[in-house]
């Protein structure tokens, strides 16, 4: 991320994957804004384990088991939004935590929800830029691929996908870098090993198909 002054995390730093303490410990060194996610609130015991999927419930008993108390204090102390301009939401300025922005007219109601003119957001996993233009009509959607986006008049709700665990059908880590300068957004795919990442997941004994998702982008 050569020229990059600030990283920002929109949550889920830990829960499906076998290195949470690892992960943990970089974002929280490097990130100078970081929000909780709903995996790092039910590592936390803030959100119970049994709105996840089996699998997810799995994985966070392990997960905080290796946190332990340090590990699971600091995920503790974290939001799963961030005021300010841009706004950060894991979720949506609507539901921070589980709101899942698929369509145009949930992004349409998420930026209705707040008065910021950018709204990054995580969740999805997939990489995507709505626009709400001032005559009141939204565009934009998910993106296919890396390229620049202009920020242009109106409000816009930005998604980087996810570095760890894309769900785009693309297995390699997904993430944008922002220039308010400029007023663009762009985002990046970067090649991973992820046959290591599978391979450890298996070793520490978590279920299989969070393995096998990771390969597929999904």
């Not at 970089?26 to 039910?42: C, F, K, P, Y």
């Not at 785009?168 to 220039?179: E, F, K, Q």
């Amino acid at each position: 991320m050569e020229g990059t002054h600030e990283v920002w995390s929109l949550g889920d730093v830990v829960g499906y994957g076998a290195e949470p303490v690892s992960c943990l410990a970089t974002v929280t060194n490097e990130a100078s804004r970081q929000i909780a996610g709903n995996h790092d609130l039910g590592a936390a015991g803030r959100v119970p384990l049994d709105a996840f999927s089996p699998s997810a419930q799995a994985a966070l008993r392990w997960t905080r088991g290796v946190l332990g108390p340090v590990g699971i204090a600091k995920l503790a102390k974290l939001a799963p939004s961030s005021p300010g301009e841009p706004a950060l939401f894991h979720g949506s300025p609507r539901d921070p935590v589980w709101d899942y922005v698929t369509t145009d007219e949930k992004a349409r109601a998420a930026l209705e929800a707040t008065d910021a003119t950018i709204v990054f957001i995580g969740h999805t996993h997939s990489p995507a830029a709505w626009r709400l233009r001032p005559d009141g009509e939204i565009e934009g959607g998910f993106v296919g691929g890396p390229g620049t986006v202009k920020l242009t008049e109106g409000r816009w709700l930005v998604n980087p996908g996810a570095v760890g665990q894309p769900r785009d059908g693309d297995a390699r880590a997904s993430w944008l870098s922002y220039d308010p300068d400029a007023a663009t957004v762009t985002f990046h795919r970067t090649p991973y090993d992820v046959a290591g990442a599978q391979n450890a997941i298996l070793a520490v004994g978590l279920p299989g198909d969070l393995a096998r998702r990771i390969s597929e982008g999904r």
